[in-house]
């Protein structure tokens, strides 16, 4: 059974930063395209970064050179590095595995199989 399991939200000040960390059990980080999207309250969720299975990236426009991407395999876990945090970060940021594609740097969320809970990110001006 696959679990993917978010943490490291919480609340900041505009121009902080935190990193979110994703736990994986019963799947293999880095064997297919992984992605952090985000939902705010009534807006659709969309895709904040994507990693594939030999390494390569893809930002949304809107978080390129604030926030970082990354994979430990060692851990198991996907990371994703936040900083220069603003209002608009504000969130619920979800984890998501691919189940298919391995390479190809695709943020739409029916691409992805496995998806997280959730953690809580708050960005306060």
């Known amino acids: 059974q696959v679990q993917l399991v978010e943490s490291g939200g919480g609340s900041v000040q505009a121009g902080g930063s935190l990193r979110l960390s994703c736990a994986a059990s019963g799947y293999t980080i880095g064997n297919y395209c992984m992605a952090w999207f985000r939902q705010a309250p009534g807006k659709e969720r969309e895709g904040v970064a994507v990693i594939d299975s030999v390494g390569r990236i893809k930002y949304a426009d809107s978080v390129k050179g604030r926030f970082t991407i990354s994979q430990d395999k060692a851990k198991n876990t996907l990371d994703l590095q936040m900083n220069s945090l603003k209002p608009e970060d504000t969130a619920m940021y979800y984890c998501?595995?691919?189940?298919?594609?391995?390479?190809?740097?695709?943020?739409?969320?029916?691409?992805?199989?496995?998806w997280g809970q959730g953690t809580q990110v708050t960005v306060s001006s």
């Open positions: 998501a595995g691919g189940s298919w594609r391995k390479y190809g740097l695709v943020l739409a969320t029916d691409e992805y199989s496995y």
